[in-house]
């Protein structure tokens, strides 16, 4: 048996704080106050859980009554109503990065609670030279989100380091775990995500308790195959570099494309990309313009851990920042606002000052219908909509 060889550092790395997780507003009376994106209506009931005893609690009470609930960590990931949300509204404030066992084979096995602020964990594995997240430096939100949605950035996803999830099964009121394979990875999805659907929204059936992590132990990157990453890195793709200077250049990336939170850029008062890029059969893929952006699609779940997931015959993943653009929606569409798609990029719906959750969502299906009607392709919305598009 050959182990992985930890390629640790003797230098220290240098001490980098994490970015925050959201926008919160003490005191918070409204989702507007609990948001990035900076819209919603008044809070009938908010409870803040500490502990994961609280949490459990207000939402099998919230169930046990018959209200509507919605868990939310940084709110990056939510477009609100500008009416009162009539439920309850559960912020998970638990935090706590544990080490669970490190070894040259078994890697880095960390638990993670699913209210620790996602960029926190990021600094917390490069520092310690764990190797897996780097490229996903600079993502708003919280651990607990991550695996919902297989949240992923540059050539990088969670889905390569997720030993197990455990969560609150809202239909038996009993915990449930769900390992890696179980978790049914793809695209911007999973078994966690695809619960929205089956009435529980706007929260899923399951909701996160913690995470289980399988690193490597590296103080180098994964391979850079991010074509934009390798260029700013001045690098040839698969190639591995420190993975401090991963998370540099991906902040950059991200800040040019108002992506990094910042009070002071009205770019980044967003829910980040709106829609998900589509995945077309290849007959679809073949209608669009030559030019139209065509990758191969992966299927994350038959992940082997560490291992490149096989891609899957038959589907094309294509663009829908291009999409958008080439629709007649370039970035800085709908300015001066209050309601525009950001200047630095075409893929985010934001609020430049006092837009209403009614203003985003005319905007985001504005967006989605004139891409229809020119490719014949329908947008779906990243963002959990509360009361939908």
Known sequence: MTCFVPAHSEEPIETVPPLPAGRSVPGAKTLADLTTIGVGGPITTLVEAEKEADLIEAVRAADDEGKPLLVIGGGSNVLARDDAFEGVVVRDLRSDIRLVQEGGCEGANLRVLGGTGWDELVVHTIQNEWMGLEALSGIPGTVGAAPIQNIGAYGQEIASSVARVQTWDRKTQSRREFTMNELGFGYRTSILKQTFSDGWGPSPRYIVLHVDLQLRIA???????????????????????????????????????????????????????????????????????????????????????????????????????????????????????????????????????????????????????????????????????????
């Open 219 to 389: 103080s180098l990157s994964a391979p850079v195959r991010f074509g934009q990453l390798s260029k700013i890195l001045g690098v040839e793709g698969g190639t591995r570099v420190p993975a401090t200077d991963v998370r540099a250049a991906v902040l950059e990336l991200r800040r040019s494309k108002g992506m990094v939170l910042d009070d002071t850029d009205r770019d980044s008062y967003s829910c980040g990309s709106f829609f998900t890029n589509p995945v077309l059969t290849e007959e679809q893929a073949a209608a669009l313009p030559d030019d139209a952006p065509r990758y191969p699609v992966t299927d994350e779940s038959r992940l082997v851990l560490g291992a490149a997931a096989p891609t899957i015959e038959g589907q094309v993943k294509t663009s829908a920042a291009w999409l958008i653009d080439h629709a007649g929606f370039p970035a800085g569409y709908a300015m001066p606002g209050p309601a525009a798609l950001s200047t630095k990029h075409c893929l985010a719906l934001t609020n430049r000052g006092g837009a209403s959750g009614e203003g985003l969502r005319d905007l985001a299906r504005t967006v989605r219908d004139g891409v229809r009607e020119r490719f014949g392709v329908e947008l779906h919305p990243e963002p959990t909509v509360v009361g939908g598009l």
